[in-house]
């Protein structure tokens, strides 16, 4: 069902700030641009959703957007910027993606599993 919601868009535009500022002041510290930035992005995913959408399993969601990520991560195996014709450095190759990695994927389920955890735990303070 269609509904913007004023509180996701808030909280969507500050993790894209975080994402901005991971992607550009903090470009030089491994741990942050290499695992942080991909547990993040997910959370970025999950509130743009809630933005426009309510969502009534949350579950179901939070798996959509697992399984849209690693879908992303395998096009990247099979270099699907270039299939594309992306400018490299342009917002949409960036987006994209340009480099296949196990490790990227265990940081998306790694930040599924918090969003997970927090709407569990919001159901239980309800």
Do not use: H
């Not at 179901?60 to 195996?77: A, C, D, M, P, R």
């Amino acid at each position: 069902m269609v509904k913007f919601n004023l509180k996701y868009l808030l909280l969507s535009t500050v993790i894209f700030l975080i994402e901005v500022l991971i992607a550009t002041v903090f470009k030089d510290i491994v741990f942050v641009r290499s695992y942080l930035g991909d547990v993040i992005v997910v959370m970025l995913i999950y509130t743009l959703v809630l933005t426009f959408f309510k969502v009534e399993n949350r579950t179901k969601l939070i798996t959509g957007i697992f399984i849209f990520s690693v879908i992303v991560e395998v096009l990247q195996y099979f270099k699907i910027a270039d299939v594309f014709g992306l400018k490299p450095g342009s917002i949409a190759a960036i987006v994209v993606g340009n480099s296949f990695s196990w490790i990227d994927i265990l940081c998306y389920a790694a930040g599924c599993l918090f969003l997970y955890i927090i709407i569990k735990i919001g159901n239980l303070t309800k």
